[in-house]
């Protein structure tokens, strides 16, 4: 959101994934009126797109609340590079590692150099998704349906897979959805469906005080939620917040405005 509740034009970028950097205003994520309350003291969270808009804002809440921080992005070094300030501003490590979370064998690396390097994995946040508008079903070419499929459900399997099972009890993986797995939307097709998965795929793996399920490592795995952080101003193009301009922030039925952070 722009500085004093204003209201600005939609910004596009054709590049994808837009760079943060070239937007005028910038969005602002530093949240100043947040109090921190040391929630993730001793904690490390590893968070995909966190070079940006909504992993940018989490990775330095996170940090603000004493987590250190493995900041994933793809190539934009720029976005990532003010990130990673502004969480050692708060006195926090980061780790930043560029690569592309469709590729497995990354996110396998991902989770062995933050082991290797901060000692254990707490938290997960499977923020990382791309969208590309079409007008029509028809439009879309095979090649564009399984890059979003590849960048926003299979990275999220891979990451996950990789970090199972080295996180303990008491860990958290969050994954970031969207209003479009609740309303759908008919120019963002293959990304509505994208993100409708992700508010089935936590169940299988546990829900609170519900059974443990056999995917979960020794019956004791990590809690996984699916978040919904509504009409957030963000690097992806400006996309998003034009195809639903018309609508009032925070009325998609069932969507969460905001992450829980009280159950780490």
Request: glycine content about 12%; some cysteine.
């Amino acid at each position: 959101m722009a500085e004093n509740n204003q209201t600005l034009p939609p910004q596009h970028q054709e590049q994808r994934p837009g760079k943060e950097s070239a937007m005028h205003p910038c969005p602002q994520y530093k949240a100043e009126e947040y109090k921190a309350a040391g929630k993730l003291e001793g904690k490390v969270a590893v968070i995909t797109g966190a070079n940006s808009g909504i992993g940018r804002a989490v990775a330095v809440v996170f940090a603000r609340e004493g987590a250190d921080i493995v900041l994933l992005y793809l190539d934009q070094s720029e976005d990532a590079e003010e990130t990673r300030r502004e969480i050692e501003k708060h006195g926090r490590r980061c780790l930043t590692l560029a690569g592309d979370v469709a590729d497995a064998a990354f996110c396998r690396m991902v989770v062995e150099e933050t082991l290797g390097q901060c000692g254990h994995l707490d938290v997960l946040v499977n923020n990382a998704g791309e969208q590309h508008p079409q007008e029509r079903l028809e439009d879309i070419s095979e090649e564009q349906w399984e890059k979003t499929f590849r960048t926003n459900i299979f990275g999220m399997f891979h990451l996950t897979k990789a970090a199972l099972p080295s996180m303990k009890a008491g860990g958290s993986i969050i994954n970031t959805t969207s209003v479009t797995a609740y309303k759908g939307n008919p120019k963002l097709i293959d990304y509505s469906t994208t993100r409708g998965d992700h508010c089935l795929h936590p169940l299988p793996v546990g829900q609170p005080g519900a059974a443990r399920h056999p995917c979960q490592r020794g019956g004791a795995g990590a809690d996984l939620d699916a978040i919904d952080p509504l009409h957030l101003q963000r690097g992806g193009g400006g996309t998003f917040r034009r195809l639903y301009a018309a609508e009032a922030s925070g009325t998609a039925g069932g969507g969460s405005a905001g992450l829980r952070v009280s159950r780490l």
